[in-house]
């Protein structure tokens, strides 16, 4: 299933920080717990939704491709 979503990335003093938006579902700026940045990898986690996200971002594109996971694999 695919579903836009839509990450807010700032750095605070060296640290990132990012909220979390899924314009489909109604829901805004949902904070996020973990954000960091590797190269062009990125990994966020938001443990309110049990969830998590890992991409690499395409900077001529201005966008980031990747997975979203929420919940366990069953």
Do not use: W
């Amino acid at each position: 299933m695919s579903l836009p979503l839509v990450f807010h990335i700032a750095d605070h003093n060296g640290q990132y920080r990012a909220t979390l938006s899924s314009p489909s579902q109604g829901a805004i700026d949902i904070p996020c717990d973990n954000t960091s940045i590797t190269g062009d990898s990125i990994y966020i986690s938001i443990s309110q939704l049990g969830a998590n996200f890992k991409g690499v971002m395409q900077h001529e594109e201005r966008r980031i491709v990747g997975t979203f996971i929420q919940g366990m694999a069953l």
